[in-house]
Nanobody, 123 residues
Framework: VQLQASGGGLAQAGGSLRLSCVAS????????MGWFRQAPGKEREFVST????????VYADAVKGRFTISRDNAKNTVYLQMNSLKPEDTAVYYC?????????????????WGQGTQVTVSS
Protein backbone atom coordinates (compact mmCIF):
# COMPACT_ATOMS: atom_id res chain seq x y z
CA VAL A 1 0.00 0.00 0.00
CA GLN A 2 1.23 3.46 -0.89
CA LEU A 3 -0.26 6.81 -0.01
CA GLN A 4 1.39 9.66 -1.88
CA ALA A 5 0.54 13.08 -0.50
CA SER A 6 1.27 16.35 -2.25
CA GLY A 7 0.20 19.99 -2.32
CA GLY A 8 1.88 21.31 0.78
CA GLY A 9 3.89 24.48 0.79
CA LEU A 10 4.07 27.99 2.16
CA ALA A 11 0.98 30.15 2.53
CA GLN A 12 0.17 33.41 4.22
CA ALA A 13 -2.36 33.61 7.02
CA GLY A 14 -5.81 33.77 5.50
CA GLY A 15 -4.67 31.95 2.40
CA SER A 16 -5.51 28.54 0.99
CA LEU A 17 -3.83 25.29 0.07
CA ARG A 18 -5.17 22.04 -1.34
CA LEU A 19 -3.62 18.75 -0.38
CA SER A 20 -4.00 15.60 -2.46
CA CYS A 21 -3.27 11.99 -1.63
CA VAL A 22 -3.19 9.26 -4.25
CA ALA A 23 -3.59 5.72 -2.94
CA SER A 24 -2.45 2.47 -4.51
CA UNK A 25 -2.30 -1.14 -3.45
CA UNK A 26 -5.71 -1.10 -1.80
CA UNK A 27 -9.37 -1.07 -2.79
CA UNK A 28 -9.78 2.67 -2.48
CA UNK A 29 -13.58 2.76 -2.66
CA UNK A 30 -13.72 0.34 0.29
CA UNK A 31 -11.26 2.30 2.41
CA UNK A 32 -11.85 5.02 4.95
CA MET A 33 -9.53 7.94 4.27
CA GLY A 34 -8.38 10.78 6.45
CA TRP A 35 -5.80 13.39 7.31
CA PHE A 36 -3.72 13.91 10.41
CA ARG A 37 -1.09 16.52 11.16
CA GLN A 38 1.94 16.87 13.38
CA ALA A 39 3.39 20.19 14.45
CA PRO A 40 6.97 20.45 15.77
CA GLY A 41 7.20 19.15 19.31
CA LYS A 42 3.61 17.92 19.33
CA GLU A 43 1.88 14.61 18.85
CA ARG A 44 0.23 13.68 15.59
CA GLU A 45 -3.40 14.77 15.71
CA PHE A 46 -6.56 14.02 13.81
CA VAL A 47 -7.71 16.56 11.22
CA SER A 48 -10.49 14.99 9.16
CA THR A 49 -11.92 11.76 7.82
CA UNK A 50 -14.32 10.77 5.06
CA UNK A 51 -16.47 7.69 4.58
CA UNK A 52 -16.11 5.25 1.70
CA UNK A 53 -18.59 6.90 -0.63
CA UNK A 54 -17.87 10.39 0.67
CA UNK A 55 -21.27 10.93 2.19
CA UNK A 56 -20.02 11.41 5.74
CA UNK A 57 -17.20 13.54 7.07
CA VAL A 58 -15.76 14.43 10.47
CA TYR A 59 -13.51 17.35 11.35
CA ALA A 60 -11.43 18.32 14.32
CA ASP A 61 -12.81 21.37 16.08
CA ALA A 62 -9.68 23.34 15.22
CA VAL A 63 -10.35 23.12 11.47
CA LYS A 64 -14.14 22.91 11.33
CA GLY A 65 -15.58 25.47 8.93
CA ARG A 66 -12.20 26.13 7.30
CA PHE A 67 -11.10 22.75 5.91
CA THR A 68 -13.03 20.47 3.55
CA ILE A 69 -12.22 16.84 2.87
CA SER A 70 -13.38 15.14 -0.30
CA ARG A 71 -12.55 12.09 -2.37
CA ASP A 72 -12.66 10.89 -5.96
CA ASN A 73 -12.93 7.11 -5.99
CA ALA A 74 -12.37 6.99 -9.75
CA LYS A 75 -8.96 8.59 -9.22
CA ASN A 76 -8.08 6.86 -5.93
CA THR A 77 -7.53 10.30 -4.48
CA VAL A 78 -8.52 12.11 -1.30
CA TYR A 79 -8.26 15.88 -0.97
CA LEU A 80 -8.05 18.39 1.84
CA GLN A 81 -9.02 21.93 0.89
CA MET A 82 -7.64 24.29 3.52
CA ASN A 83 -8.98 27.83 3.62
CA SER A 84 -8.51 30.72 6.04
CA LEU A 85 -5.20 29.24 7.09
CA LYS A 86 -3.70 30.23 10.42
CA PRO A 87 -0.09 30.03 11.63
CA GLU A 88 -1.19 27.30 14.04
CA ASP A 89 -2.06 25.12 11.04
CA THR A 90 1.67 24.80 10.36
CA ALA A 91 2.51 21.10 10.48
CA VAL A 92 3.38 18.05 8.45
CA TYR A 93 0.12 16.69 7.09
CA TYR A 94 -0.28 12.94 6.73
CA CYS A 95 -2.72 11.04 4.59
CA UNK A 96 -4.23 8.06 6.41
CA UNK A 97 -6.19 4.97 5.45
CA UNK A 98 -8.27 2.69 7.65
CA UNK A 99 -11.32 0.46 7.85
CA UNK A 100 -13.50 1.89 10.63
CA UNK A 101 -15.05 5.32 10.06
CA UNK A 102 -16.17 5.64 13.67
CA UNK A 103 -12.63 5.10 14.94
CA UNK A 104 -10.68 6.93 12.27
CA UNK A 105 -10.11 9.86 14.62
CA UNK A 106 -7.82 7.62 16.67
CA UNK A 107 -4.21 7.52 15.54
CA UNK A 108 -3.79 3.89 16.59
CA UNK A 109 -6.67 2.83 14.35
CA UNK A 110 -4.97 4.02 11.17
CA UNK A 111 -3.82 1.08 9.06
CA UNK A 112 -1.62 2.94 6.58
CA TRP A 113 0.17 6.29 6.56
CA GLY A 114 1.43 8.46 3.76
CA GLN A 115 4.83 10.11 3.83
CA GLY A 116 3.62 13.54 4.90
CA THR A 117 3.65 16.94 3.24
CA GLN A 118 4.80 20.13 4.95
CA VAL A 119 2.38 23.03 5.33
CA THR A 120 3.79 26.30 6.63
CA VAL A 121 1.58 29.30 7.30
CA SER A 122 3.22 32.66 7.87
CA SER A 123 1.62 35.47 9.84
Amino acid sequence: VQLQASGGGLAQAGGSLRLSCVASGLTFSNTIMGWFRQAPGKEREFVSTISRAGASTVYADAVKGRFTISRDNAKNTVYLQMNSLKPEDTAVYYCAAGSDFARMTIRAEVAYWGQGTQVTVSS
